[in-house]
């Protein structure tokens, strides 16, 4: 132990050897689903494979260069997800159709941008200096489909598309970066202040109105999204990862209280005023009530045949291209994971749950190991991300909580949810980089001046 | 800071720890529930693709699964199919599954426990499940023949069994239809098919079960082999008794009257013997004869020869029960004796009572079911003969059937007479209110000797000349074609 703390290891072979494991997992279940279908290994298969296998080994090459200290079990475990939904996405596509193809054009560029991230930005730290264009950045991104003419409009109940060309994009999904960047770069500079101020109430100590103001303004962000755009689930994920970044920063429990109670109240009178919230919560609470299962829209049937896919999946599942995704809508993009439990049962939705929480864990780990606040803020919020979305998502399908309208991370069909999931993954591995590698103590170049070192 | 990204860290893996929790409860703790949940249509998709397997009749398919197109790799295909409709019911994505297919689901599916083995194979040869095929009793001349006497556009239903062991024979209705267009994989075609089939008048392809084993009729006079039985048994009544034979009983406790038909032999004479008033289906004298025994003699002998009983295990079709009323009245009694009033009675029981007295007394279970054979023709099951009850003693069946033959020889049944064969029968005309239609009932057997046959016919709401025509008559075609086989 102490041998591995002083003379880092960068363990990158572990990581060449874990990604030809997890190109077997996605390749194989590609295969497995070719040979259930009349078309079995067809010029599509060969292809897809082998740019699937060129781009990992790219982006491992790429760590070896930039960033050899890197975890190296996080690249394989996204490998693995994401080759699994290219699989099961490519399994769905009914004839004509092409998101399969689709996802897989998404994910080679996610994996670019993510590389471009790595090659260019070298040191995570250098992000710090844009806490405030980064706020900038999220205001503009999520305000972007509101504005008519490049807004998509309303899609399935929700305004969060914009149209781009030919295509559609969720400039949500990038602005969870963006916002993690503000709220760990403000957050990691005024920790101190926010602190140490305020009156204490037997062994609360209450913040002082003034520092309440990010979390006033986190606040109206949630609740904006939810009114404006009506999507409950980035709602919640923008909030979460807003608690989770100052309860850290601030070790009290007292933000985590104060966050969950407005929330809460806020979710209460959403659901008194907005329809589309009190749907979900009554077709969550009353999904087997005849009336709401027939509901058209807003009602409980998507979710009651993801449960029936699931049940009928038991224990080890009726096989890869063996299950019914046509009577489950969304069935390859919100509803991937009950496809999932339906054809790899019980035993296959584990694995996957699993391969989330050693990503979350990794990424955890990283933050422990980050030896500046704004790294260990970054990297705790973008895994408790991860988490919580992955939480928000199948508890939802579960009907462990209400279903919302959120994206499992790699797996679901959606070129925004991968571009900002990789980027969010090539992060986490900088930043894991640093934490576990020798300690640097050159400055950093062009260090803003006015940056606190905090450790 | 660590201490909090750790906190931080337990948060999230508790939240897994709930998802775990809730996967398990819906696929394993909960999923049965959810299994058989009436929304999921899971379980009958499931089958509906594969290769179930047939139902056979004399060594080819009535029903089978055929290669299908992309979206169902199996279709279900029906020989024809209007003469096997009511046996093999329909199997349908959107409306479910009736008759055979429904009750014999687990066989042809491949699930039933006996096929256990063959579904590990499958597993492991990762080859498509198959169901048992199942091959009938049936005896396709024997049904094709029996379907043909039905006039089309008439209602009717022939049963046609075997007495000492209960086999099937034939079993035929009308109205039919072709299940074919209901298991069509076109869902508008299937629904439009459904809608249009449930139209024809005597079709409620809603109702599991219909024709021979389903229609509950008024059985008129063929319930008078009940009263006869009861008699007997009784020890008050024997071979020789002389019964009241008025042309009209007047019904006690009530100003109204039961009469003898009045174009008939009966009015000869003011007193019968049993042979007498069963060649010529005398009302007075087996009203008389329940008005004496009361109520509970004859309904204990209708239950002994099926009425309120199921059929037991080996017929497999779900079937409805036959009714001899309780509580009541004189008239009512009088009136029920006679086959009328809430009498009701299925042409399958009309059937297994004639069996029974042909079979000594001893009612055999109904069988439709020769072999079950898994995919690789093993036979899995074999149903053999098993008496289901004892229904009169064999001294009082002999007595019986020496009558029916009397009935056919020189009685009302003479049309079902075969020149150097005995056969015994019964005919039965129950009057459907006042609309002078009836239902025209025949069943007997033959060789009364040795009864090799037994035949039930109904022809429903047909008037008194049309009904004669086509019951004996058609009888004895049908004596003729089994026994000359």
Known sequence: MILAITTPKPRRNVELILLVLALAVGIGASAMVGLNSTAAFDSDFWFQSSLLIVAAFAFHMILRFRAKYADPIMLPIVVALNGLGLALIHRMDQPGEDTGNNQLRWTLLAMAVSIVVIWFLKDHRLLRRFTFIS????????????????????????????????????????????????????????????????????????????????????????????????????????FGLFIVIIYVATSRISWVVIGIALILGGGFLASKFFSHVAFRLDSWWNAFTPEVFDRSPGGSGQIVQGLFGMADGGLVGTGLGQGRPDLVPFANSDMIVALIGEELGLIGLFAVVMLYMLLFTRGFRAALGARDAFGKLLACGLSFAIALQCFVVIGGVTRLIPLTGLTTPFLAAGGSSLLANWIIVGLLLMISNTARGPVDTTPITHAPTEAVQTS | MNHSIRNAWMAAVAMFALLFGAISYVQVIGAGDLNDNPWNQRAVLANYCNDRGAIIVGGKPIAESVAGDETCKYQRSYAQPELYAGITGYFSRTYGSTGLEQQLRDELAGSSDQLFLDRVSQIFLGSQPKGASVELTLDPVIQKLAYDLIPDGQRGSIVVTNPKTGAIIAMVSKPSYDPNLIATHDPAKEQASYNQINQVPGINLNQSVSGPTGELLAPGSVFKLVDTAAALSSGKYNKDSVLPNPDSLPLPGSSASLPNYAGGNCSTRNTADFPFALEQSCNTPFASIALDLGQKAIADQASKFGFGQDFGDQLKLQSAVSVFPTNLDQAALAQSAVGQRDVRATPLQIAMMTAAIANKGVQMKPNLIKTVRAPDLRVISEPKPEALRTSTTPDIASQITQWMTDVVSQGIASGAAIPGIQVAGKTGTAQLGDTGLNNSWFTGFAPANDPQVAVTIVMEGVNVSTGAKLTSPNAKKIFEAVLNK
């Open chain 1, 135 to 238: 706020l900038a950045a999220s205001a503009v991104l999520l305000v972007l489909p509101l504005v008519p003419g490049i807004s998509a409009g309303e899609v399935l109940g929700a305004s969060v598309w914009i149209r781009l060309g030919p295509m559609t994009f969720q400039p949500g999904e990038i602005a969870k970066i963006t916002l993690a960047i503000f709220f760990a770069g403000y957050l990691s500079s005024n920790r101190d202040l926010i602190l140490l101020a305020g009156r204490k109430i037997g062994p609360v100590q209450l913040p002082r109105f003034k520092d309440l103001g990010p979390m006033i303004t986190a606040w109206l962000v949630s609740i904006g999204i939810l009114v404006f755009q009506r999507d409950l689930g980035t709602s919640v994920l923008f």
